[in-house]
T-cell receptor
Framework: KAGVTQTPRYLIKTRGQQVTLSCSPI?????VSWYQQTPGQGLQFLFE???????NKGNFPGRFSGRQFSNSRSEMNVSTLELGDSALYLC???????????FGPGTRLTVL | GENVEQHPSTLSVQEGDSAVIKCTYS??????FPWYKQELGKGPQLIID?????GEKKDQRIAVTLNKTAKHFSLHITETQPEDSAVYFC??????????FGTGTRLQVFP
């Protein structure tokens, strides 16, 4: 079956702009989590959605937000972009009955 | 707060040798410990995982051991091959989808 897809794969924005990233988990996987990966901070948890509800949130400012749709697809939004938001943004889906999270290839965001 | 320490940060081995990566977690409530392999330009891929009610798990050349008392868990790769070269991450979680990741180990296997 198809894996986790993320769009776009690459994005270049300027400071102050906003961006929306999309994630489609594997069919049947209803939980979606988002992570930020940077060389300095490593992999950090942003938030997790299940059945369109945010169940858990990491220590990121309110500029980072997300949502999930009824088909389990998820989007994350970053407003008022800062240079430090440049990172690889990864999403991961999980089936309800297992612990395993399956990651997508990520969206590489560059803020100039 | 929750923290996972991972060592070493880089590891170079000769093809055929074994590689061991170690992690220590801080939250005693952690009960799920996955290991991920990340190749350049790709997302992390699960290679093996273990739950806290098991002390060891093996899958062909890969094994993971868990010491709950010491809050340590380790990844063992035997008979390493050049295609094992990648960055490996350990992680821990407590019944949630919030994975706390280690800082990663860059493994290089030389032919």
């Amino acid at each position: 079956k198809a894996g986790v897809t993320q769009t776009p794969r690459y994005l270049i924005k300027t400071r102050g702009q906003q961006v929306t990233l999309s994630c489609s988990p594997i069919s049947g996987h209803r939980s979606v989590s988002w992570y930020q990966q940077t060389p300095g901070q490593g992999l950090q948890f942003l938030f997790e959605y299940f059945s369109e509800t945010q169940r858990n949130k990491g220590n990121f400012p309110g500029r980072f937000s997300g949502r999930q749709f009824s088909n389990s697809r998820s989007e994350m939004n970053v407003s008022t972009l800062e240079l430090g938001d440049s990172a690889l943004y990864l999403c991961a889906g999980r089936a309800g009955h297992t612990d395993t999270q399956y990651f997508g290839p990520g969206t590489r965001l560059t803020v100039l | 707060g929750e923290n996972v320490e991972q060592h070493p940060s880089t590891l170079s081995v000769q093809e055929g040798d074994s590689a061991v990566i170690k992690c220590t977690y801080s939250d005693s409530a952690s009960n799920y410990f996955p290991w991920y392999k990340q190749e350049l330009g790709k997302g992390p891929q699960l290679i093996i995982d273990i739950r806290s009610n098991v002390g060891e798990k093996k899958d062909q050349r890969i094994a993971v051991t868990l010491n709950k008392t010491a809050k340590h868990f380790s990844l063992h790769i035997t008979e390493t091959q050049p295609e094992d070269s990648a960055v490996y991450f350990c992680a821990a979680s407590t019944n949630t989808d919030k994975l706390i990741f280690g800082t990663g180990t860059r493994l290089q296997v030389f032919p």
